[in-house]
């Protein structure tokens, strides 16, 4: 049961002074805010220190004697990046947004719009029984539902969090930001292509947390709905539509923000379960974490409660120990992980509105295809084969897809699904390849070591393991990582590998099913292959899946992956790995 307290008063006060300026939005009839886990005494204490960008009035003034300088009171760079510090630059730690300060570097990437057309004019009617702007939802609708949520991503553990998720059958919410930290915009970089259709793909919804992560109380109105309208396009190049849902960076939006949010279409996504990950990601820290996830837990009924949870994917603990914990004990108390929408009881059809008027996005009626298939029942739209249903009902990218013949109803056409070329500056970093996949073998035998679990050691309960805890039997995988973390992906398994608290192998594959495991067999890419620059695989160039960052394994219809519509059924043996 929820209910006010003299707490969580004192608490909101408290989170709305961490923030000069602005005050906290206000609490919307009918919704509560935090107080739920204040009342239980789980609400993380160190409020305060919720890390926030200092909002920068712009001061143009004349430039100081060093040219390479700029800021307020020194002026602006020239074809550049103007650094957190105050210099100008054009490379990653120059550029990277939220810090790089756009009023005086007109190539930060926060500027650079996406390829294509502006989602400016699109219409956006406000459907369903979810307000839209205002003060904002906090809290879930559905007892036993736990809408977990991840801001900042895609980045490079993203991947790896989508296995662990499969492998529980939970959903979640990407709150997603299309060109933070120097990571390389979402819609033009591959692996984050690939990830985001992923999401989609596996009943994940993705959200919108702003394209370059800056404050949005402290933008002016056109930079401010930039912000929105850029992430808009990037989703509308990878997937053919954008998302309604969106969470404020910082979560800051005050009454201009939330009025603006309205007039945009969006439902203003707040939490009411924060357990401070970003804060503790430090393996002698993350156990701060699990303790407040602890004390929401141990008193929650699944039968009246739920939560609103908060955590980021842009951080290694979290993903890497602190998600296996919550999902394990989540399910153990009785609650399922789900989407914002599912939680709220809004109708799947409401989370997206469609980036081109020949788009249909999809119904609860239509699945997103799993085998490049397509018909009045299935939809091409955010699948990982293209988002166009051709004439004779396959999902490409292509005009031979998107041209002539192009079935409307099944996904987008006339070419607009195409992802075209961004003429944004190119980020200097590089984005890790997915470890969910197999490692090439020259064998079809899986060969492994390990150590038995002895009396000397413990199971591990939480996911850590040492030379005194094994993860053999454990629910977190039987790998120990060269980190001391338990798992079954390579990422675990492979290089680095502890064999004296578990099971080793360089051919493992993704991560272990809770009711069962996958042996793989292997096709070894010849000197006559090339590895796949694009996804495509097998055909007239010979192309092989093995060791391409889009996965292993080649599916019937020619395209590079790592789940079982590439791995399984009519999985191309002689371009990649097969289960």
Known sequence: MKSVSLLAT?????????????????????????????????????????????????????????????????????????????????????????????????????????????????????????????????????????????????????????????????????????????????????EYVTVIKRMIAEGHQVASHTWGHQNLTSLDPTTFKNQMYYNEMAFRNILGYFPTYMRPPYSECNDTCGDLMADLGYHVTYFDLDTEGYLNDAANLIQKSKNIWDAAIATANPATDNYLEIEHDIHYQTVYNLTDYILASMYSHGFKSVTVGNCLGDPSENWYRSGDPNAAVPTPSQQVSDDGSCNADITCLGSIYGNCCSINGFCGSTDAYCGTGCQPGSGTCSGSSTTSTSTAKASTSTAKASTSTAKASTSTTKTSTSAQSTSTQKVSTDGSCSSSITCIGSSYGDCCSEHGYCGSTIGYCGTGCQPIAGTCSASTTSTKKITSTTTTSTAVATSTLKVSIDGSCGGTNKETCQGSSYGNCCSTHGYCGSTTAYCGTGCQKGFGTCT
């Open 10 to 190: 004192v608490a909101l006060a408290s989170l709305s002074s961490a923030h000069p300026g602005p005050a906290m939005p206000k609490l919307m009839g009918g919704r509560e805010f935090l107080q739920t886990i204040k009342g239980r005494n789980a609400m993380p204490a160190p409020i305060a220190n919720l890390v926030h960008v200092e909002e920068r009035t712009p001061e143009v003034g004349p430039r100081a004697e060093d040219p390479n300088t700029c800021g307020p009171g020194v002026g602006s760079c020239v074809n550049a990046c103007c650094s957190p510090e105050g210099y100008c630059g054009t490379t990653e730690e120059y550029c990277a947004a939220p810090d790089c300060q756009f009023e005086y570097g007109p190539l930060c990437d926060t500027l650079q719009a996406p390829s294509g057309a502006s989602t400016a004019n699109i219409a956006r009617p406000h459907i369903g029984d979810v307000p839209y702007g205002g003060a904002g939802v906090y809290d879930c609708q559905v007892a036993g539902d736990i809408a977990f949520t991840f801001d900042d991503g895609p980045y490079l553990y993203t991947n790896d969090l989508l296995d662990k998720l499969a492998a529980y059958g939970a959903k979640a919410t990407f709150m997603i930001t299309g060109n933070n930290l120097g990571k390389g915009a979402i819609d033009t970089t591959p």
